[in-house]
C-alpha cells in the first residue's frame, strides 16, 4: 500500500514557475514506479511525466519545460514546471505502481494522490 499527497500547486502567471511535490508513505518507496498526469475541466485526465529507476518521460507538450525527479530517502516526488502556459491549468495528480507496463496511461497505476490544482493566467 502506498499514499500519495500532492503540494505545491497556485497560481502563476504565464512564463512562470511551480515545483509540485508528492510525499509518499510505505517502506518501499524506491521500488515504484511513479508518474504525474493532470485533468483538466471536461477533459480526460493525461500523461505528463513518468520516472521508473533512472528512466524518465515525458509528454511532448511539457518536454523541454517539465522535469520529474524523485528523493527516495524522503519518499517525495516531484515536478519542476517551468515556462508554464495557460493550457498547463489543470488539476495535477501523482499515481505509483510497482511495474506499469504503459506507464502513459493512467490505467496502469493502482495508487492515486487527492491532485494539486495548478492555474496559469495569460
Known amino acids: 500500500q502506498v499514499q500519495l499527497v500532492e503540494s505545491g500547486g497556485g497560481l502563476v502567471q504565464a512564463g512562470g514557475s511551480l515545483r509540485l511535490s508528492c510525499a509518499a508513505s510505505?517502506?518501499?518507496?524506491?521500488?515504484?514506479?511513479l508518474g504525474w498526469f493532470r485533468q483538466a475541466p471536461g477533459k480526460e485526465r493525461e500523461f505528463v511525466a513518468a520516472i521508473s529507476g533512472r528512466s524518465t518521460n515525458y509528454a511532448d507538450s511539457v518536454k523541454g519545460r517539465f522535469t520529474i525527479s524523485r528523493d527516495n530517502a524522503k519518499n517525495t516526488l516531484f515536478l519542476q514546471m517551468n515556462s508554464l502556459k495557460p493550457e498547463d491549468t489543470a488539476v495535477y495528480y501523482c499515481?505509483?505502481?510497482?511495474?506499469?507496463?504503459?506507464?502513459?496511461?493512467?490505467?496502469?497505476?493502482?495508487?492515486w494522490g487527492q491532485g494539486t490544482q495548478v492555474t496559469v493566467s495569460s
Open positions: 510505505g517502506r518501499t518507496f524506491s521500488s515504484y514506479a
Open positions: 499515481a505509483a505502481d510497482i511495474r506499469p507496463l504503459v506507464p502513459r496511461s493512467p490505467h496502469e497505476y493502482a495508487y
